[in-house]
């Protein structure tokens, strides 16, 4: 159980153009789930905490008109990439957290990642 | 301010050795909970424990124990028997009671690159 997917897997694209990762989790809802971004060698950073039905929570210095997030239904999260240039190249990953909100310390699951490559 | 250090940022073993990852935290509150994720090359994060600060109790999972000792912060990671399976990024991370959001704050990460 609490499997969370990713898609897509990989994804190249121009500079300028937009792209659009969704997260699902496949076998729990999740009124919570969080964007992650990964350097190669580096820690997870968070970006942003995605909350069913309300808007997204932004971490500081994450550009929220870059990074849009959308949390349609229990089940679904997606980021969107705007305007993606080569710096915006990245592992990007997302975890979904079961159960409804206010659990406390509840656990993560996360999603395989999404590489993105900017040309 | 919450913050979980990793020391040691690679460590290299031969198969069959035990190794021992450490994780040290820092938090002022007095509910939390501490977590160790496994990431492959593959690059999904595996979940692999979850301990709450009222739970000292040291855990067994097959070759993988984890010991919580609150009076030195510490949750640290030991795998026995260590196989090349076992390559891979481990992170330690907390979460704190008093955050609604449930978010974690992660350590740098321990690579471990087991030899055969």
């Known amino acids: 159980g609490a499997v969370v997917s990713q898609h897509p897997s990989w994804v190249i694209c121009k500079s300028g153009t937009s792209v659009k990762i969704e997260c699902r989790s496949l076998d729990f809802q999740a009124t919570t789930m969080f964007w992650y971004r990964q350097f190669p060698k580096q820690s997870l950073m968070l970006m942003a905490t995605?909350?069913?039905?309300?808007?997204?929570?932004?971490e500081q210095g994450v550009e929220k008109d870059k990074f849009l997030i959308n949390h349609a239904s229990l089940t679904l999260s997606t980021l969107t990439v705007t305007s993606a240039h080569p710096e915006d190249s990245s592992f990007y990953i997302c975890?979904?957290?079961?159960?409804?909100?206010?659990?406390?310390?509840?656990?993560?699951?996360f999603g395989p990642g999404t590489r993105l490559l900017v040309l | 301010a919450q913050k979980v250090t990793q020391v040691q940022t690679e460590i290299s073993v031969v198969e069959k050795e035990d190794v021992t990852l450490d994780c040290v935290y820092e938090?002022?509150?007095?509910?939390?909970?501490l977590f160790w994720y496994k990431q492959p090359p593959s690059g999904e994060l595996v979940f692999l424990i979850r301990?709450?600060?009222?739970?000292?109790q040291n855990e067994i999972s097959g070759r993988y124990s984890w010991n919580f000792q609150k009076s030195t912060s510490s949750f640290n990671f030991t795998i026995t028997a260590s196989q090349v399976v076992d390559s891979a990024v481990y992170f330690c991370a907390l979460s704190e009671a008093w955050n609604a959001g449930n978010m974690l704050t992660f350590g740098g990460g321990t690579r471990l690159m087991v030899k055969p």
């Open positions: 975890s979904a957290e079961p159960g409804l909100a206010g659990g406390v310390g509840e656990t993560q699951y």
């Open positions: 938090t002022r509150d007095t509910t939390y909970y």
């Open positions: 301990r709450n600060s009222f739970d000292e």
């Open positions: 995605s909350n069913e039905g309300s808007k997204a929570t932004y």
